[in-house]
């Protein structure tokens, strides 16, 4: 018989977490008390806002149903083992959506973690090697926790960095948020030995280290650490207007092209074109375009033009076609290999892509020349110098 009542009650939750409805004399068999103390337990909960329905009859029965928030869970091991592992598996590998979500959450998961557990989840992330596309690099979870409990209890942080050009430094930061691009984490914070606000890839930081000292939020320039991380990667960068036709309706050119690129205007025959605002390598901005599949002619810049042209040219090369300039090349169904050739000349789609099963027998896939690299990878694009999935030159620290 369980006759503290705190203890009673938790375990009294955790049953009805299970997805089922529990009879009221089941219950109380459970936790060793009368149906009159079970009554009473229900009622607590639902007085700490857990809303259990009963339902009528004989014997009754007991069901925790969803409200209008979220209270808290009680979990088992195997249960808190499962999740942090997923977490982990979602915070090491930027994904769209969930990423800072996994961060905050697993912080708060293995804060409460019991060292058994904790080792556990360490033990099977050791053992397991996911799958992912891209070359977004990879980061570990304890990287990512330590730095969102730093940013959540506006704790100074301290750790080594390396920058784009290899050099170590020791940075002391107020951390003030984590920022993901889909691909990489960003650390956006103010560098104290700097006196100002810096942007820190996060695969670039070793040993951070929670200092323990406090610090009082300064306000960021821009208000929002995802703008600042926008603005300190186009900032060296200079913009110009890119003009794209598609020989495809607006419809499909933008369900195939990032949201920041604007939405194309439709012209006579089923085609469109795209007028853009940009700030990306041209040579990025060229695979881009070829990642969507669909014909297309760049009309301009020329020197637009001209990174689409040395594309496809190279990715003919690889492939063991003609290797000119002005070969024209071919859009495919979804690797940067399918870029085609452009300057006032159409890119044709429906040929097979690096990724594609098919190649022409003895060759080998469009894939190993000079620099390039499958579609997403914005560090590896047709040619060198590119870093982000935004495009952006790497502008972090």
């Not at 996911?130 to 942080?157: C, H, K, Q």
């Not at 025959?269 to 700030?279: F, Y």
């Not at 969507?292 to 076609?321: D, I, K, S």
């Amino acid at each position: 018989m369980t006759t503290d009542t705190p203890a009673r009650l938790l375990q009294l939750l955790s049953l009805l977490q299970t997805p089922r409805e529990w009879p009221g004399g089941e219950l109380a068999d459970r936790l060793g008390v009368s149906r009159r103390t079970v009554r009473r337990d229900i009622e607590r909960l639902r007085d700490l806002g857990y809303p259990v329905q009963a339902s009528m009859g004989a014997d009754g029965g007991y069901r925790l149903v969803a409200g209008k928030a979220m209270p808290p869970l009680v979990l088992d091991d195997e249960e808190a083992v499962a999740i942090a592992v997923g977490l982990r598996a979602g915070a090491g590998h930027a994904l769209e959506g969930v990423d800072e979500a996994s961060v905050r959450a697993l912080a708060k998961l293995e804060q409460v973690l019991p060292g058994r557990l904790r080792h556990r989840v360490s033990t099977l992330q050791a053992a397991t090697t996911p799958l992912t596309s891209g070359d977004g690099a990879t980061i570990a979870p304890e990287t990512l926790t330590v730095m969102a409990s730093a940013v959540a209890g506006n704790e100074r942080l301290r750790f080594s960095y390396r920058a784009a050009d290899g050099t170590e430094s020791r940075r002391l930061t107020e951390p003030h948020r984590l920022v993901s691009t889909g691909r990489r984490w960003y650390l956006v914070a103010y560098d104290l030995d700097r006196a100002d606000w810096r942007t820190f890839r996060v695969d670039r930081v070793g040993d951070p280290f929670a200092t323990g000292a406090r610090f009082a939020p300064r306000e960021l320039p821009t208000g929002s650490a995802a703008e600042f991380l926008r603005r300190s990667m186009y900032r060296a960068q200079e913009s110009y207007e890119a003009v794209v036709t598609f020989a495809a309706p607006p419809a499909k050119v933008t369900a195939r092209l990032p949201h920041w690129v604007g939405a194309p205007e439709p012209l006579a025959d089923g085609r469109c074109r795209l007028r853009a605002t940009v700030n990306d390598p041209k040579d990025w901005l060229a695979v881009r375009l070829a990642m969507t599949g669909l014909p297309f002619t760049v009309e301009a810049p020329q020197e637009l033009a001209e990174a689409t042209r040395a594309l496809g040219a190279r990715l003919m090369e690889a492939g063991g076609g003609p290797g000119t300039g002005g070969a024209q090349g071919t859009a495919g169904t979804g690797d940067a290999g399918d870029a085609g050739s452009a300057a006032g000349a159409t890119c044709p789609a429906g040929a097979k892509g690096a990724g594609d099963a098919e190649s022409p027998a003895g060759a080998p896939g469009p894939t190993a020349a000079a620099g390039t690299a499958k579609a997403g990878s914005a560090g590896g694009t047709a040619s060198a110098g590119t870093a982000d999935a935004a495009g952006a030159a790497d502008a972090a620290e």
